[in-house]
């Protein structure tokens, strides 16, 4: 073993690091799509930013690296000890000899760690090293429509530009502190309801390992704990296709730095290790939410953050929603065992409309959840689960995970959430988008027997026991996966994936009388050719939609990119054509950073993007991208206040970044 560390040691010598002089972030929009899953939302503000800051794989903790969806427990543990084992590692290489890190994983990690040379303390540092060392990031984005939205013309109250602003001050994993501030388009800045400038500000402040304060975040923060069942804000990607993401982590207190409006805490939150097994945490948060408030009563909640019209502004912050709670866990090597439980009340009784599929919504003024979640981690199998409890019904969800070896992934989930569980902060597996009426049983295997090649397969069988949107009886589905994957050499790899989806829904105008199902084909096939510089990607889509009828959508999409001095350029054409929205296609473009596009397309047209990305060192840099698209089947394009008259739409979006 010495004599090989001694050996990747010459040899990183000889050559340059890969990541030396490149900013991570760089190096992880090559990976955005594939750790991505369709039809999930996902915060990736949040997420990018936090995963994107580089682990030093030296002091890194079993907490941190479960930040990374990728890593599976094996791996993870695998990498503690090898480094307890061994000792430091000297170059980023040394990954080649973990045991059981292969060389697709080893590419996913790349951009997220380094060999740091310089040691940072083990405790929390003096504030002297924290003032000189300590990290500050401007993070300002201006995106400029070259078109004009019905709804300027009488409704809107502000301009159509969209800006926001944030700064933070960090020193490794032990501080954060900023602000953020937002305006969206379309709301006024320093005038009518926005007089004190922008619609949306946020401040945060996270410590970490200060004493026996494990986490203590002020200001906006979010939370996860077990599966999700209780409190689900943590970074989860679902159905994909790779068990390389597959695994739910509670990421427990992090901060909320993003410009979301939506999906964060306001207060305070803390955790601390009261022994090495024990550790527990409390939190309360005080938030003004948006909704139709008439008589005391709130008829509903908006939850776009859109401030853009009197009627919009007239929502703003009339009612507030109080929460607290806390978390106990016990972990040991192999057994982890939480319980989860909180409070939170409107200041207002909310009432929705309770029929049809909205029967058993929540609704009422306090609401409860208490969760028990557990986790074992054995040699080649991982279970875990939680089981949780709502003021109205309970859900529970169970996952096993076994890699007999390195080149075989079996997973089996299921979950149970009743119809009439209600839990206002639930994020958790499901094929619904809620956790609540789904019963389901997951089961997908990964296998690469075969060198060059990587072959994934999933089944899904669920049911909802209550109507659905769209569904006006109990009904069932099945979603079936299947992906093969060829990368004869490190620059060349190309993908087949295929999807079928069974749902049933009810037939358009018959007030839900006839009910028939519905069937989904969904194939994508991509070659890409990638060096140090160069990057030609090419994918062809297909979509076929049926209910009675069948209806058709495909798409090809070309990218190239080139990197050279301190730039990088991406240039990309999608031609699209759909019969209608249900055959609707998807793809991918390069965003700003900490930012996922996935844009969406019906009809017939043409979407054509460059993205322009220059680094001056690590101090500046600054991101173009222009994005235009042409319809070749209509005059309009959306409608309401979104109607844009003429078959053109044109955006450019500016983003810049100052590190010192």
Known sequence: ????????????????????????????????????????????????????????????????????????????????????????????????????????TIQLLLPFVEVNAQTIEKHFPQLKNIAQRGKHEVLSRLDIPFYKRKGYETEYLGTPQYHSVRYEFGYGDYLQVGFSAEKDSGEPLFKQHNKLGYDHYGIHLLLRNLGMIKALAIGDYRLGFGQGLVLGSAFRLGKSYSLATSETRASGIRKHASTDEVNFFRGIATTLNLTKQWEVSGFYSYRKLDGNVKNDIASSITKTGSHRTETEAKRRGV????????????????????????????????????????????????????????????????????????????????????????????????????YDYWAYFASAFSDGGSVQNEN????????????????????????HPWWKYRISKSSWGFEGRGSVEYQPMSHLQMFLHYRFKRKERDITGTKGEITLPTYQHQWRYRVSYQTDRLLLRSTADLNVFHQQVSRMGWQVTGLAGYKFWKMALHLQ????????????????????????????????????????????????????????????????????????????????????????
């Open 1 to 104: 073993m010495k004599i090989l560390k001694s050996i990747l040691t010459a040899f990183w010598l000889m050559m340059p690091v890969l990541m030396h002089g490149q900013d991570v972030n760089l190096l992880l929009e090559d990976h955005l799509e594939e750790l991505a899953a369709d039809d999930e939302e996902v915060n990736w503000e949040d997420v990018l930013e936090e995963i994107s800051q580089p682990i030093d794989i030296n002091t890194a903790t079993r907490e941190q690296l479960e930040r990374l969806p990728f890593l599976s427990e094996t791996q993870i543990e695998n990498l503690l000890a090898y480094v307890y084992t061994h000792g430091q590692m000297q170059t980023i290489y040394e990954l080649q000899l973990v045991e059981e890190m292969d060389q697709r």
């Open 319 to 418: 009612l507030s929603m109080q929460l607290a709670g806390g978390h106990l866990g016990w972990r040991s090597n192999r057994i982890d065992v939480g319980l989860t439980g909180i409070w939170y009340g409107f200041s207002k009784e909310y009432m929705p409309r309770l029929s049809g599929y909205a029967e058993y919504n929540l609704h009422g003024k306090n609401f409860y959840n208490l969760g028990l979640d557990y986790k074992l981690r054995l040699r080649r199998l991982n279970i875990a689960g939680e089981l949780a409890k709502g003021k109205e019904g309970w859900a529970v969800l169970n996952r096993v995970v076994y890699q007999p070896s390195l080149n075989y992934k079996l997973m089996l989930v299921h979950r149970y959430y009743r």
């Open 440 to 463: 389901g049983w997951y089961l997908a295997a990964e296998a690469s027997p075969l060198r060059h090649f990587r072959f994934f397969g999933s089944v899904d069988l669920f049911s």
């Open 573 to 660: 054409g999608t031609y699209f054509h759909t019969d209608d929205y249900d055959s609707r296609v998807y793809g991918y473009e390069r965003g700003l950073l900490y930012t996922f596009t996935s844009p969406s397309f019906s009809g017939e047209g043409i979407r054509y993007s460059a993205h322009l990305r220059l680094d001056l060192g690590k101090t500046l840099m600054l991101i173009t991208k222009f994005g235009h698209t042409h319809y070749l089947d209509r005059t309009m394009i959306s409608s309401g206040n979104e109607q844009i008259k003429g078959k053109d739409k044109c955006d450019l979006q500016m983003q810049l970044r100052v590190k010192f």
